[in-house]
């Protein structure tokens, strides 16, 4: 069996003896502790004074265990910048064949995760297993590709808030692949695709506008993106009225508050205010009954105006909704017919606006994919579609 495999029993044995001698509410908070327990070793601890460096360049490496059969993967630590070019520290993943590269270097995918929550242990990198959430990894690294991500500023390791704040969130996407290359060396081309879901869409979107300018080093073939958040304020709109939006909105306005210099209090319900930091504190996914615990009394109560109407909070939502440049490489958007959060409307009203800019967009629209299945379920598509207009995993054209 693999490391991989060892890893995954021990921690189901681990789960299945803790939940024998709980009820039913204790044994999902076992179950989801164990998941959300941080990585304990010592290697997110940036060092100080930081070595001087480019944005990507890298600064610390560690093997990663658990890796995919026929793998090798590590922990980076790179530089990156946030959307007003200041130096911020990233750290993320880099998994990689360990077959020989290709004459031609591997072609780089760098991976934009979806909401994992915003407090630095809720990073995927940190996670018991820092492979699980990558849609499509093994199939990306059986056609050849190098498969890297960031965590995003804030998490893994210290830094300013970036929950949507897509500017930040599309360096630290671009600056990962520039680490890959960092990493490999004369086994990486310059050649990298981009893929994405959710907020990971969002920051794809953003990496491929900003492409260009920020990272013209990178050749950058293509992007694909999964149920992505685009219209941020029809998205708040939406989904404010359940707990997945409260849980959503409130990394979302503590994000924009810390970046931003905006007192939540002017637009939140004072007791919204009072459990933003409870609610910052808890990962999506690996600690959701805790925090719909704090969310659900609400719904209905959160927001004391209209962040659609409200300056500055509506310039905010438009300054971090992507569009407000040409995407100049091919695009592929995957939407699922029956995503609850990112509603297909507002995906359709995205992907015409952007087919009327000129971007070559190729479109998915899944019946019967939610939101948390679109990613995967979209897979077999993106893959024969990357190979197509990415240039394949290891060709040089």
């Known amino acids: 069996m693999s490391a ?32 959300a327990r941080p990585y304990v070793g010592s290697f997110y601890r940036v060092p100080s ?29 790179f530089r990156s910048t946030d959307l007003d070019g200041k130096p911020v520290v990233n750290s993320g993943l880099l998994v990689v064949p360990d077959a020989p590269a290709p004459a031609g270097g591997r072609t780089i995918v760098s991976w934009g995760h979806p909401t994992t929550g915003s ?66 060396g004369a086994e990486a081309s310059n050649r990298v695709v981009l893929w994405g879901h959710s907020q990971g869409g969002q920051a794809v979107l953003f990496a491929a506008q900003l492409a260009a300018s920020y990272a013209p080093d990178l050749d950058i073939r293509a992007a694909a993106v999964a149920a ?20 959503i909105a409130s990394y979302a306005f ?16 004072p007791a919204a205010v009072d459990a933003l930091p409870t609610m910052n504190g808890f990962c999506l996914l690996t600690q959701n009954s ?18 659609e109407t409200t300056e500055p909070w509506s310039g905010l939502l438009a300054a971090n ?28 009203a995205f992907v015409a606006r952007e087919k009327g800019d000129g971007t070559a967009v190729t479109y998915d629209r899944i019946p019967g994919a939610t939101h948390g299945t679109v990613a995967n379920k979209a897979v077999p598509r993106v893959l024969d579609w990357l190979d197509a207009n990415g240039g394949g995993a290891a060709n040089a054209r």
């Open 290 to 307: 805790a925090l719909h615990a704090v969310a659900k009394p609400l719904i209905g109560t959160f927001l004391s105006a209209d962040p």
């Open 228 to 247: 992505p958040a685009t219209d941020l304020a029809s998205l708040m709109r939406a989904d404010i009225g359940d707990v997945s939006g409260v849980s």
């Open 254 to 269: 503590a994000a924009y508050s810390d970046v931003y210099d905006v007192p939540v209090r002017s637009i939140l319900t």
């Open 119 to 184: 407090a630095e242990k809720c990073a995927p990198s940190r996670f018991f297993d820092p492979y699980v959430f990558v849609e499509g990894l093994t199939d990306l690294l059986a056609r050849g590709y190098a498969v890297v991500y960031t965590d995003y500023t804030g998490m893994g390791v210290p830094g300013p808030d970036s929950y949507l704040v897509g500017e930040t969130e599309g360096r630290n996407v671009l600056d990962a692949a520039r680490a890959a290359r960092d990493v490999l």
């Open 4 to 35: 991989r495999g060892l890893r995954v029993v021990a921690v189901v044995v681990a789960v299945v003896a803790a939940l024998t001698a709980c009820s039913p509410t204790q044994a999902t908070r076992v179950e989801e502790d164990l998941g």
């Open 321 to 348: 909704t992507p569009g407000a440049a040409r995407i100049a490489v091919p695009l592929f958007v995957a939407q699922g017919l029956a995503d609850k959060l990112v509603r297909p409307e507002a995906t359709d």
């Open 49 to 77: 004074p930081l070595p001087s460096g480019a944005p990507g360049s890298l600064i610390a490496t560690e093997e990663a265990p658990g890796q995919p059969a026929g793998a090798a993967a590590w922990r980076i630590m």
